[in-house]
């Protein structure tokens, strides 16, 4: 679960990090007297949405006066914006933060993430502050520093000597202030099962002082029952409303931009499914995973997001049953059909646990536009042809 | 011969009298495997499905002498499950609990690693020597014994790949479903060389699929170490970048983990790599002919 930079920053001030101070405004009135509560002459606006690169899609800008804190928040507010991890869709800005300026000096970069091969939780940094991090790997790959931090013993004094060494960072008052934000990060990111913390850029002051600019903050799903209040941060609107319909029912969904839909037993086979659409020359509409537990309802479900679709011409049912028994499926697509219009020509493959019940319970039913496909690659090219209009 | 389990392994299951965990231990019970007991703390003393229950793993080893378990406990329990087996001597431990935070396993996973304990999964099917024995979720059905060893990220892509090498003529020797969380236990090169070293497989079917760099390590191990065919395929060439694919590590980050990098080292290493699942049997049966 991914939350905004402002809640991030909220995350911060609880643990010491510094950020700047700053509030958060649903309207341009609210923008303007946020600029007035934190003072000075000079405010940044910022979008708030789960994306980066804000700033070059035209989301954050500098305000000299409270005429133009009104000026840019009521441009900002209600726009699309498109980042490079947006997708061309963009997403709708509901909220602005208005946060007071600060005295840039250096750019750093902090973050901390799981590394999956050394199996614990590293410390990245890089002098390159503001600079898209993947682009430095790529570029100039020695500049990023990483230091492993075993959750076993915690961080030590050699983990903060090993990063503003390897900073360059020489001034002692400095080192002790830099590796004082890099533990509280550590605590940050260990005690609440963050999945990822990024700054970018973490500023130095003239005056010498580290302040987290921006702060991206991501949780591991598996772990949020134990922090509720973690989960109360959630934006529902920054979810895609299918991907979370489809999530109530134990569903995983992910809408792509082809016309295949997909409903697939298991997520290796729901992408490898895809992958054979792909292979025989169509286009997935989506990911579709009915998971273990699949029966009537869900199946029933699952067309149902499916085909809200306008694009999607076939649907391609794949499913090797272990767990979820092939009957099962197939009283879900006839239960489907009676509760859904089902449009489309739709291709079956059931394979597994109990499938010869399943063909003859379908072969029963006598459902118009229903295919059986033999096997996956079967399956698949009917699918294909369905979709061209060639079945 | 096979790998990590055969007809003669003792296996206890935690998480014993829950519903999944008595669901499935009844499947494994009926598929041959040597179910000697489980453990749910509290329920020590009683029988479930003709077994002797025990209230810890160390008392469930004494009393049995297995070597393996099956943990089928609630997600928030995970860690503590594993850690008390590898505490209890455990030399295996078949996780398949889905849904266990990624902090809990990096914990556990370095216990059981400290106390010389295997791991498999979590949220995973598990593994199954054809014909001898099932620790996990599998339908056991489709697995024919024969000379193909299986190790998959997915279940369901364990299946498809299995049917499709029985449909062929050939059989598995031992099929490992390994997981697609973030944080695993057994991975592709211990197997790997598990398969190199069992005289009963002649050929190995890797399924990967996108997130993390496993089948890149996979490859160089390949290259420089097995002499065994191996055909691969990778899950998610069509897969969106920064989406969750349903498995909490499949997922492409930036630029990172992609299908198409793991394709290209694997056929560097002189893997035979198929660009969709339903290839997978007409591979092996080139690469054994």
Redesign the interface.
């Given at each position: 679960m991914n939350i905004h930079e402002y809640q991030a920053k909220q995350c911060f001030a609880k643990y010491g990090v510094p950020t700047p101070r700053g509030i958060i405004a649903n309207t341009p009135d609210q923008a303007v007297a946020n600029a007035g509560q934190l003072g000075g002459n000079i405010w940044v606006v910022k979008a708030q949405i789960h994306a980066g690169g804000r700033g070059l899609g035209g989301g954050v800008k500098l305000a000299k006066s409270k005429e133009e804190v009104r000026e840019f928040a009521t441009e900002i507010l209600g726009m699309t914006l498109v980042t490079h991890?947006t997708g061309p869709e963009g997403k709708l800005v509901h909220k602005v933060y208005i946060e007071e300026g600060a005295d840039i000096k250096d750019e750093l970069y902090l973050s901390v993430v799981?590394d999956?091969?050394a199996?614990?939780p590293i410390i990245m940094a890089s002098t390159e502050g503001g600079m898209d991090i993947?682009t430095v790997a790529e570029n100039t790959p020695e500049k990023i520093i990483k230091i492993a931090v075993?959750?076993?013993y915690g961080f030590q004094g050699y983990h903060g000597r090993e990063l503003v060494f390897g900073l360059g960072i020489s001034d002692k008052n400095e080192q002790r202030k830099l590796i004082d934000f890099a533990s509280k990060l550590y605590n940050l990111y260990?005690e609440n099962?963050a999945?990822m913390i990024e700054i970018n850029p973490l500023i130095k002051t003239t005056s010498g002082d580290f302040i987290a600019l921006d702060g991206k903050v991501g949780f591991?799903?598996?772990?949020l029952?134990?922090h509720p209040e973690i989960e109360d941060m959630r934006d529902i609107s920054e979810e895609d409303p299918d991907e979370r319909e489809a999530s109530q029912y134990g569903l995983?969904y992910?809408a792509?931009d082809g016309e295949i839909g997909c409903m697939?037993?298991?997520?290796?086979?729901?992408?490898?499914t895809?992958?054979?659409?792909?292979?025989?020359g169509g286009t997935?509409a989506n990911?579709l995973?009915v998971g273990g537990s699949a029966n009537a309802e869900t199946v029933a479900k699952g067309f149902e997001i499916i085909l809200k679709n306008p694009n999607v011409k076939a649907i391609f049912v794949n499913i090797?049953?272990?767990?979820v028994r092939c009957d099962r499926i197939a009283n879900g697509i006839i239960e489907a059909t009676k509760l859904t219009d089902v449009h489309v020509p739709v291709i079956v493959r059931l394979?597994?646990?109990n499938a010869p019940e399943a063909a003859e319970i379908l072969k029963n039913a006598k459902i118009e536009n229903l295919i059986v496909g033999t096997?996956?690659?079967d399956g698949?090219a009917k699918a294909v042809a369905a979709a061209k209009g060639e079945l | 011969m096979s790998i990590l389990v055969n007809k003669d392994t003792k296996v206890i299951v935690q998480g014993f009298t829950g519903g999944e965990g008595t669901f499935h231990a009844e499947q494994c019970l009926a598929y041959g495997t040597k179910i000697v007991g489980g453990v749910t703390p509290g329920k020590g003393g009683q029988t479930h499905l003709d077994k002797p229950v025990f209230n810890t793993v160390r008392e469930a080893v004494k009393a049995t002498g297995a070597t393996v378990s099956m943990v089928f406990v609630p997600?928030?329990f995970v860690a503590d499950a594993v850690m008390e087996a590898a505490a209890a001597g455990i030399e295996l431990a078949v996780i398949i609990t889905e849904?266990?935070?990624?902090?809990?396993m990096?914990?556990a996973?370095?216990c059981a690693v400290k106390n010389g304990m295997m791991t498999i999964g979590p949220n995973c099917?598990g593994v199954i020597t054809a014909d001898e024995c099932k620790i996990g979720?599998?339908?056991g059905m489709?697995f024919k014994k024969g000379n193909v060893g299986l190790i998959?990220?997915?279940?369901?892509?364990t299946?498809?790949g299995a049917?499709q090498v029985c449909n062929e003529g050939y059989g598995i020797s031992t099929a490992v479903g390994i997981g697609?969380d973030?944080?695993i236990g057994l991975s592709y090169i211990q197997l790997l060389q598990m398969f190199e070293e069992d005289p009963e497989t002649e050929a190995i079917v890797m399924?990967g699929?996108?997130g993390?760099?496993?089948e890149i390590?996979a490859a160089t191990y390949i290259k420089a170490n097995i002499t065994k065919p191996v055909v691969a395929?990778i899950?998610?060439?069509?897969?969106?970048p920064?989406?969750r694919?349903?498995?909490?590590?499949?997922i492409i980050s930036?630029?990172a983990g992609t299908?198409k990098e793991k394709m290209d080292a694997l056929s560097a290493a002189g893997v035979e790599v198929v660009?969709?699942?339903?290839?997978i049997g007409k591979a092996v049966s080139k690469v054994l002919s």
């Open positions: 991890q799981l999956r091969a199996e614990m993947e075993d959750p076993a260990m099962d999945e591991d799903d598996s772990a029952g134990r995983s992910i792509l697939v037993n298991g997520a290796g086979l729901a992408m490898g895809m992958d054979t659409i792909n292979y025989m997935p990911f995973d090797f049953g272990g767990i394979d597994g646990t096997d996956l690659g698949a | 997600p928030a849904g266990a935070p990624v902090r809990d990096q914990a996973k370095a099917p979720i599998m339908p489709i998959s990220k997915s279940g369901t892509l299946y498809e049917n697609g973030p944080i399924i699929e996108i993390g760099d496993l390590q395929f899950a998610g060439q069509t897969a969106p920064g989406k694919m349903g498995h909490a590590g499949a930036g630029s299908a660009v969709s699942p339903a290839e």
